[in-house]
């Protein structure tokens, strides 16, 4: 008997079999059906909003349309969503030719049941549409919604689902045509790389406003994930690849209540360290889940009104709905994400000599397996550089290796931009409080920094001394199908951005990353900070514009305390004052000072390997393509 198939559903039948590589409903999961709780997972994965889109509505209206899901999916938007926006048109969908019944575009979608998730496609792979409940036909008025969202109910709600970020375009079966996808040019947890997080939320700003510069700033393929419950630290971070989940190394750390758990070290700094399904849960949250509770915890735009409370589970589940619904529907989007493989290259994009790939493959071993690995010396291995050198040359070296330890690295000691790694969310006291473990929270503050960029006086480098509280730290990232995913690092700010998803585009990307990667003279450096590029303004809350001038380091204003903020004036005597006291000058030098993240090269760090020979690295790059 043949079970329900989302490709099947989807237009399998519509298309000739080989649009399918390996057959409807199999194809990227190398090969395997997936079982029934698999293919729940995956339902889950790329259509359940967790109630979120109650959320999206609520900063339609705080912002007055400038975060508005409903006109962000604009089928006019269509034939250009990938180029300006970077998101996936869903396959099933066309666009409108003309608006429907209410007035708004909307993209013409099949109406396709998924079972037990209540909602229809916005004709954006992602982003869910429902009807909205509060709705009323006879207050309606278009016009009026457009000009503010806040004045009138609109027909839709509009929610979001994991795969938005986390759904691209899969490296192995690229579209023809970015803008017309098919079901089979996806990839389910690859990251998509290519969407413009920044365009999105300044689709109506103006470059007068500086918000627009810090949008306009943001790499592609990242979201500031401590936007919402902000930390006041402008730190967005690459959608990087889920991959091996079954591989990946667990830690046994310390819960709040004393209890021990064995734990992935889930996200960028592995501050989500509760074990996977809380770790999701709380994505769920961050996206809208639970938001009646949630939004009485912080001030979900600003920041300003008031500070952030602990997000308590306990009674999130008691008292919301959602999060038993979600909480019940995590075995399965667990299972499914252990299905997903990374992207392996077809031998004829990589390396033939068998000596070049050793000679690589040896460098790695010297230079990175002790990080870049899941296969480790057994403790008590008298000499782990032997041991190590041993396991590469293994046929099966690559299988079932996550290619990372999942441990967590001091910004000491690999050096990378620090602002992504002082996200506060976590810490005792701050929102996501409960999600990160008593180990994470004890981990000792990392050495202090030196010598770091003054985009100022940069005769006057600056000396910052990372918090303590958990913050400080990078997980190693796995390196499984890397080749893919360039540009590298964190905050995706290393190397050659080209939007170009086909397999030439994404291997002329991972080249340059990995050459500025190892040699770092090759990199942009101070030239990489980002600056705005005309004169701004930051609007106060008392109505007072704080003039910017072009060519001002975007992070100078974005990572200020934003209550503090409202304090600052150009013209304001203590401003001056301070100023003049601390030695720096002006209002630049308050921000300086006050900044909480003074860190401004965004491309800076991770420089093992750069001491090998030239021959070494290039046969290193051989290697790692492999991947
Ligand atoms: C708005 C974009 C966006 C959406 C929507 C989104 N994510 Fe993510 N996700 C990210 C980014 C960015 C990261 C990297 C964050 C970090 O590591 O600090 C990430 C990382 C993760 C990770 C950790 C990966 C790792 O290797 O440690 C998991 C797990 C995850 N997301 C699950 C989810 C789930 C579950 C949902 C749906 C509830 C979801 N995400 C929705 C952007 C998104
Ligand atoms: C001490 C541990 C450590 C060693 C040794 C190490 N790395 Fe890393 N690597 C990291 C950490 C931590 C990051 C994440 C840094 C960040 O994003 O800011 C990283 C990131 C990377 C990335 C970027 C991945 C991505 O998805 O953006 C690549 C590529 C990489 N490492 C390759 C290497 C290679 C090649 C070597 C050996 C020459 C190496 N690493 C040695 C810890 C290490």
């Not at 019940?328 to 290259?345: C, D, N, S």
Request: include cysteine.
């Amino acid at each position: 008997m043949r079970s329900y198939t989302f490709w099947f559903v989807l237009g399998s039948f519509l298309l000739p079999a080989q649009d399918y590589p390996g057959g409807a409903d199999t194809y990227e999961y190398g090969g395997q059906a997936l079982t029934e709780l698999e293919k729940q997972g995956r339902n889950t994965w790329y259509f359940w909003t967790g109630g979120g889109e109650k959320f999206w509505r609520h900063t339609a209206r705080i912002t007055h349309g400038i975060t508005d899901l409903l006109q962000y999916v604009d089928s006019r938007r269509r034939p250009e969503r990938f180029k300006t926006m970077g998101v996936l048109n869903d396959p099933d969908c066309t666009q409108a030719t003309q608006p429907d019944e209410f007035g708004l575009w909307m993209d013409v979608c099949k109406t396709v049941t998924i079972p037990g998730i209540p909602s229809q496609s916005s004709g954006i792979v992602g982003l869910r549409k429902f009807p909205n409940p509060k709705f009323d036909k006879f207050t309606w008025d278009v016009k009026k919604y457009l000009a503010d969202p806040a004045t009138v109910e609109p027909p839709y709600l509009i929610g979001m689902t994991c795969g938005f970020c986390h759904i691209g375009f899969n490296p192995l079966y690229p579209p023809k045509d970015p803008e017309n996808p098919r079901w089979y040019n996806f990839s389910s947890a690859i990251g998509n790389q290519y969407f413009q997080e920044g365009t999105l939320f300044t689709l109506k700003m103006t470059p007068q406003d500086f918000r627009w510069h810090v949008g306009n700033r943001q790499p592609a393929g990242t979201s500031d994930t401590s936007r919402f419950a902000t930390d006041h630290i402008f730190n967005p971070n690459a959608i990087n690849s889920i991959v091996h989940l079954k591989d990946r190394p667990v830690a046994t750390e310390t819960m709040a209540d004393g209890s021990t758990r064995n734990v992935h070290h889930i996200l960028k700094d592995g501050a989500d360290s509760i074990g996977t399904a809380g770790a999701s849960l709380r994505v769920y949250v961050n996206i809208g889940m639970c938001s009646d509770y949630w939004t009485t915890l912080h001030d979900p735009i600003r920041g300003t009104e008031r500070t952030q409370k602990p997000f308590q589970i306990a009674l999130a589940r008691k008292d919301c709905p959602d999060w038993r619904a979600t909480e019940a529907l995590m075995e399965g989007a667990e299972a499914f994400l252990k299905t997903v493989q990374p992207a392996r290259l077809a031998p004829e994009h990589l390396a033939k000599d068998p000596e070049l790939l050793k000679r690589g493959a040896l460098a790695f071993a010297d230079n990175c397996a002790r990080c870049h690995s899941s296969k480790q010396p057994p403790a008590g291995t008298p000499d782990a550089a032997a041991w190590f050198r041993e396991a590469v040359l293994k046929p099966d070296f690559l299988e079932d290796n996550f290619l990372s330890n999942d441990q967590r690295v001091s910004v000491a000691e690999v050096g990378t931009n620090i602002g992504r790694a002082i996200a506060s969310n976590a810490i005792q006291g701050h929102v996501w409080e409960e999600f990160s473990s008593r180990t994470y929270k004890d981990q000792p503050p990392s050495p202090p920094l030196q010598g770091l960029y003054n985009p100022i006086k940069p005769n006057k480098p600056i000396t910052f001394q990372p918090p303590a509280g958990g913050r400080g730290y990078y997980r190693v990232p796995t390196l499984s199908g890397v080749w893919a995913t360039a540009p590298f690092l964190h905050n995706n700010a290393l190397g050659l951005y080209n939007a170009d998803p086909s397999i030439t585009g994404r291997l002329a990307a991972f080249n340059d990353a990995m050459e500025k990667l190892l040699w770092p003279e090759k990199r942009l450096g101070t030239q990489s900070v980002w600056r705005t590029s005309q004169d701004s303004a930051v609007l106060l809350e008392s109505g007072y514009k704080l003039k910017v001038k072009q060519g001002t380091p975007v992070h100078l204003f974005a990572n200020i305390n934003a209550p503090e903020m409202q304090l600052l004036r150009n013209d304001n005597f203590f401003t001056r004052l301070i100023g003049g006291i601390i030695g720096r000058g002006g209002l630049t030098g308050v921000l300086l000072r006050n900044n909480l993240s003074p860190d401004f090269v965004v491309d800076r760090g991770h420089t093992f390997g750069s001491t090998l020979s030239d021959a070494d690295k290039r046969a290193l790059i051989e290697f790692v393509r492999t991947f």
